[in-house]
């Protein structure tokens, strides 16, 4: 007898990377100013990849998309990260928790997934694998009770989301109408003193691009060492800026504990790169952070954040997650703590708001000057656009 609910099929796909599918690091496609401009990077020791992230390599895995579909017909879909590796691991293995299971049943399935992939994952690509998987099934439970996610975890707490825009020009930002602009930092240690006052320059042109007032954070990605990161905000002092974005690993808690100590009335943030409420347990425990951004595609799915987010709130530390899209603007909808969100400027240029998926779905939002009401379609609201662009990862 068919069961609407019991998963029959799971199916992964990379994208044709010729298909225009939202991604930053096409063959032959323009340059994007997320990789092929001067940002500091874990990279940025190694002269000869310094210039341009994508040089060494950041989008080498590429993306993926599954698909979960039940006895009934009925399919769910994701997009996520980990390219042809995670693929083949939600084939070859996840696969075994989810087919005769109940799609209602994420948790359970949640947990068997991470503890099967223990011996060898806990933290990035296994986990990023677990994500897309964990998604595919909000959306797929979504759509067969015909909900938009949000109400499966809460409900909406708010009728709308601000934004604030990660982008190479703080000023284009202010004009689309985003309530703050996050630049990416140009330099960092291995630049030397000269690189410092390249940064306050830098940092310095774009406060005057938006005013003293507006906003103004910086992206640091995982590029500085603590004594740099504490000599960089006390020179930045005067510019105001609104918070520092992982400055550091999130593996140097004793590099956080020494800025915290250094800077305390300062805001800084991270976990972009961290990965499972296990990562995230010490920075919670010890408030060595001001706001967690934990990025719902990578840190195992809606279900795990979630459960970070809940820790966190027993001790006042706001979650806001990084990019990702409608999987954080649902998650943003049904939680009481802050009402915004971040939005990476997709564009080539970083001035104009594009799909962060690319051509990839239709249905995808996108906010208009700096605000969005989340849709109320079921799942998350997505459909893929075109299958062609689809290879099959057996």
């Not at 874990?42 to 990849?49: C, N, Q």
């Not at 990660?166 to 996050?182: D, E, H, I, L, Y």
């Not at 991270?270 to 347990?281: D, K, L, N, Q, S």
């Not at 799942?379 to 057996?394: Q, S």
Request: hydrophobic share 40%; charged share 20%.
């Amino acid at each position: 007898m068919t069961n609407p609910f019991r998963i029959a099929e799971v199916r992964v796909f990379t994208l044709d990377p010729t298909a225009g599918a939202g991604t930053y690091f096409k063959p032959g496609a323009a340059q994007h100013w997320l990789v092929d401009s001067l940002i500091a990077n874990p990279m940025s020791g190694h002269p000869e990849y310094r210039a341009r992230r994508s040089s060494w390599g950041i989008g080498v895995l590429g993306a993926l998309v599954v698909e979960i579909e039940t006895e009934g017909g009925v399919t769910g879909v994701a997009t996520g990260s980990g390219g042809v590796p995670a693929g083949w691991l939600i084939r070859h293995h996840f696969a075994r928790f989810l087919v005769g299971q109940d799609a209602r049943n994420i948790n359970r399935i949640w947990d068997q997934m991470y503890r099967s992939s223990l011996p060898y994952g806990r933290k990035g690509l296994p986990v990023m694998a677990i994500s897309a998987v964990d998604l595919a099934l909000w959306d797929l439970v979504g759509r067969l009770r015909q909900e938009p996610v949000y109400n499966l975890i809460g409900g909406l707490s708010r009728d709308e989301i601000m934004f604030y825009c990660t982008s190479p020009q703080a000023g284009a930002v202010k004009q689309m109408g985003f309530w703050g602009a996050k630049v990416p930092l140009p330099h960092g240690p291995f630049d030397g003193e000269e690189g410092l006052r390249a940064n306050l320059d830098f940092l310095a042109a774009h406060r005057a691009a938006v005013g003293p007032d507006y906003p103004l954070m910086v992206d640091c990605y995982m590029a500085l060492t603590a004594n740099y990161a504490i000599r960089l905000a006390e020179a930045a002092k005067p510019l105001n800026i609104h918070w520092w974005e992982e400055v550091l690993s999130p593996d140097d808690t004793e590099g956080y504990r020494a800025i915290r100590a250094a800077h305390p009335t300062l805001t800084w943030t991270t976990a972009e790169h961290e990965y499972t409420r296990y990562g995230f347990r010490q920075l919670i425990a010890e408030r060595l952070v001001d706001i967690l951004q934990p990025d719902v595609m990578w840190v195992g799915g809606l279900t795990e954040t979630l459960r970070i987010a809940a820790h966190a709130a027993a001790y006042d530390i706001p979650v806001i997650p990084h990019g990702s899209g409608p999987y954080s603007y649902h998650f943003i909808a049904s939680q009481t703590g802050p009402a915004f969100c971040e939005y990476v400027a997709a564009s080539p240029d970083g001035r104009t708001v594009q799909p962060v998926f690319g051509d990839l779905f239709t249905g995808e939002p996108v906010p208009v000057n700096g605000r969005l009401t989340v849709p109320d379609a079921p799942g998350f609201g997505m459909t893929l656009r075109d299958r062609a662009m689809l290879i099959p990862v057996e």
